[in-house]
C-alpha cells in the first residue's frame, strides 16, 4: 500500500508542474512548422502505405497479453491478443560499423515492431551502429498504463526481463567485445532498472559476489516478486572488468531506483536525459520531490529546458540531431543542460555521434 501511496504522490506531483490543458503537450508535444520532421513517430500516419498504420492502430488499441498463447486459441488470432517481448536485429549502416560493441535498445509503450523499428531506424541513423532491439510488445493502451504503474511502484516487469537481459550478458561475457550499450526510452529504464538488479545478484568483482549470501536470498526474493523467471545461478558471474564494458542512456528515465551495481567503482555508466515538460520523466529523474518520493537515480542527468513532448524520435534524438550532429562546436551540451551529477561538458553519448568514439576515460559523476 505504501508503494502504491507513493506512486500517487509521484503522478500527482508530476501533473502539478503543468497546468492540466497542457498535459497534452507534455507527452505528445507541440506541432512543427515542417512536420513531420524525418524519421518522425507522426510520419507513419501520413505514410502512403495504409497498413502501417492501420497494423499500429490496431496493436496500440486492442488489448492483449504478454505471454505465450495457450495451444488450443486459434492461430490467426494469436498475433492479436497475445505479444510477447522479441529480440529484433536492426543492421548498421553501409560501412564498417565500430568492432567490438553489441548496442542494445529497450522501447516505451505503445510501441509495437513497427515503431521500434522506426525509433532503432533512427538511433541507427545518429551513432551508425547496428542494434539488437529488446522489443517490449505493446498490449494496448490499457494494459501498458497498468504495467507502468506495477513497474514505477512494484518493479513488475518480468516478462521483458526474461526475455532481454541473457541477451545483454550474453554480450558482457563476449571476450572480443569492448562496449555493451543500453539505449532505453520510457518504460523501457524501468526494464533496464530491473536488469541492473539482476547483474547485481551475479557480480563478483574479485573472483567472490559482491553480497553476502543473506543479501543475495533477500534480493532475490525481491526480484522474483517483480515477476523475473530466471534462476541467477544459471548465469555465468560478472567481473568488475566485464561490467565496465556496460554504458546506459536512459532517455525519460522515469525509474523510482536506478543504482550502479558497483557503487564504489561507479559501474556501469548511467546517463538519463529528459525534457522539462516530459511528464513521464516528471515521475522519475525530474521529480520535483526525488527525496519525498524515494527516487534515486545515479550517474548524469541532463534536462532539456522549456522542451515539451515523450517521444523518442521527435521530441528526444531529433533535439540532439539538430544541436549535435553537423555543429562545428565541440564540448557543448546543447540542447541538454546539466541537472544533477554532470561533472563533464557534455554527454558522454554524444561522443558515439556519426560512428565516432568518446575518450576511453569517463568522466566523474561526482557522486
Known amino acids: 500500500m505504501a508503494r502504491l501511496l507513493g506512486l500517487v504522490r509521484a503522478v500527482g506531483d508530476a501533473l502539478n508542474q503543468i497546468p492540466g490543458w497542457l498535459w497534452g503537450p507534455a507527452v505528445f508535444g507541440w506541432p512543427r512548422p515542417k512536420w513531420p520532421a524525418p524519421f518522425s513517430e507522426y510520419g507513419l500516419f501520413v505514410s502512403c502505405d495504409v497498413s502501417r498504420p492501420l497494423k499500429f492502430l490496431g496493436h496500440v488499441l486492442i488489448p492483449s497479453l504478454p505471454r505465450r498463447a495457450p495451444?488450443?486459441?486459434?492461430?490467426?488470432?494469436?498475433?492479436?491478443?497475445?505479444?510477447?517481448?522479441?529480440?529484433l536485429e536492426h543492421p548498421g549502416p553501409c560501412g564498417d560499423a565500430p568492432s567490438g560493441e553489441h548496442w542494445f535498445f529497450i522501447n516505451g509503450i505503445l510501441t509495437d515492431q513497427i515503431m521500434a523499428g522506426l525509433n532503432a531506424a533512427y538511433l541507427v541513423e545518429l551513432f551508425r551502429r547496428p542494434l539488437t532491439i529488446i522489443q517490449n510488445a505493446t498490449d494496448g493502451l490499457v494494459f501498458d498504463l497498468a504495467e507502468c504503474a506495477e513497474e514505477k511502484a512494484f518493479g513488475m516487469n518480468g516478462e521483458p526481463v526474461d526475455v532481454g537481459f541473457p541477451h545483454v550478458h550474453k554480450a558482457l561475457k563476449d571476450p572480443a567485445a569492448h562496449l555493451v550499450v543500453i539505449v532505453a526510452h520510457s518504460q523501457g529504464t524501468l526494464i533496464s532498472a530491473v536488469m541492473l538488479r539482476l547483474l547485481r545478484l551475479i557480480y563478483a568483482p574479485d573472483g567472490r559476489h559482491w553480497l553476502t549470501r543473506q543479501q543475495l536470498?533477500?534480493?532475490?526474493?525481491?526480484?522474483?516478486?517483480?515477476?523475473?523467471?530466471?534462476?541467477?545461478?544459471?548465469?555465468?558471474?560478472?567481473?568488475?572488468?566485464?561490467?565496465?564494458?556496460?554504458?546506459?542512456?536512459?532517455?525519460?528515465?522515469?525509474?523510482?531506483?536506478?543504482?550502479?551495481?558497483?557503487?564504489?567503482?561507479?559501474?556501469?555508466?548511467?546517463?538519463?536525459?529528459?525534457?522539462?515538460?516530459?511528464?513521464v520523466a516528471g515521475l522519475g529523474m525530474l521529480a520535483p520531490d526525488p527525496?519525498?518520493?524515494?527516487?534515486?537515480?545515479?550517474?548524469p542527468l541532463w534536462r532539456h529546458r522549456s522542451a515539451w513532448g515523450h517521444l523518442l524520435n521527435i521530441h528526444y534524438l531529433r533535439a540532439i540531431d539538430l544541436n549535435q550532429r553537423d555543429s562545428p562546436e565541440t564540448g557543448t551540451s546543447a540542447p541538454y543542460e546539466p541537472f544533477q551529477n554532470a561533472a563533464a561538458p557534455q554527454p558522454r553519448l554524444y561522443g558515439y555521434i556519426n560512428g565516432a568514439r568518446p575518450p576511453s576515460s569517463r568522466p566523474d559523476p561526482g557522486l
Request: glycine share 6%; with cysteine; proline share 4%.
Open 71 to 87: 495451444g488450443w486459441f486459434p492461430h490467426a488470432l494469436r498475433s492479436i491478443f497475445f505479444h510477447r517481448t522479441r529480440i
Open 217 to 279: 536470498e533477500t534480493e532475490l526474493n525481491e526480484l522474483r516478486r517483480t515477476g523475473v523467471t530466471l534462476n541467477p545461478r544459471h548465469f555465468e558471474e560478472i567481473t568488475a572488468e566485464e561490467l565496465a564494458k556496460l554504458e546506459l542512456y536512459c532517455f525519460a528515465n522515469c525509474a523510482t531506483t536506478m543504482r550502479h551495481v558497483d557503487p564504489q567503482r561507479r559501474l556501469p555508466w548511467i546517463e538519463s536525459f529528459g525534457n522539462e515538460y516530459d511528464l
Open 291 to 299: 527525496l519525498g518520493e524515494g527516487v534515486a537515480i545515479d550517474g
